[in-house]
């Protein structure tokens, strides 16, 4: 297939170095000769038709940005069969041949739906949770987990003054990595995630009391939001140690910023493999990185794919938090 206009659209949660990408995939298409049509706000812009032109500048000074400049969107209505005709009908009026979709599992799934109807689409993988299976890496992740190590840098600054315990919920509702590498990062005493059950008295009461014995007076406890109950964990801590114990909930916050240099790197590498694929007449695959090696799959062999938690990490982790 001769795929001249290439879409490019970021769907589902935002996440830092989306911009990145956005910029690759517009000047690796420009240079290869295609044309670029930016869908603003996800898979409803397809349906709303809902597009600008892009062209060189279109993409000028973003590579700082978090965010994304396409802006992004849930979109129920796209799970329908008729919400996917329609935009498919859209990217035929647009004059679209091929899409770069930038999101989640669900933004996936939305190009494999779009590729079996005949629009050739490239997904990569963009969000913070880093929970997608067919890559080790996910656009976002890397920036999330340095701004939740930068806030806990800080909040270990009130809990050491005050012998307190800090509680920090971050973001992860069915996969720890973010509590797990940011809780290796910022030292903290006890990680909780949302693969691995945990003892109340023997992961956080006996870890408390043999930290005490040394003489540390200040923990740093991080727990993975899909663990739930964080305010009573925090509660319990306090009832039963008689610690003063605080949870911050740092939400949002992990979501923005401007992307780290190893994120605007892994971004553009990515771009600018999906955009290749397209530009060969290739769709229906999904982008990732194993080994530091850019890859690609079939979507649905993505999609099938397993996210395995790495629990020699984990297990590092209770190693080294005494």
Known sequence: MDIKTIGVLTSGGDAPGMNAAIRAVVRTAISEGMSVTGIRRGYMGLINADSVPM?????SDIINRGGTILY???????KTEEGMQTAVENCRKMGIDG???IGGDGS?????????????CVALPGTIDNDIASTEYTIGFDTAINTVVEMVDRLRDTSQSHDRCSVVEVMGRGAGDIALHSGIAC????????EVAYNFERDILQKMRNTLKTGKHHFIIVVAEGVGNTAEITRRIEAETGIVSRLTVLGHVQRGGSPTALERINASRLGYHAVKLLSQGIGNRVVGIRQDRVVDY?????????????????????????
Do not use: W
């Open 72 to 78: 992004t969107a849930r979109c129920p209505e796209f």
């Open 187 to 194: 030292g903290a005493l006890t990680i909780l995630v949302p």
């Open 108 to 120: 996936f799934r939305g190009a494999r739906d779009l590729s079996l109807r005949g629009v050739p």
């Open 55 to 59: 062209q060189m500048r279109s993409v």
């Open 298 to 322: 079939d979507i649905l062999e993505g999609l099938q794919m397993k996210k395995k938690f790495d629990m020699e990490l984990y297990n590092i982790a209770n190693a080294i938090s005494l």
């Open 99 to 101: 899409l770069v979709v």
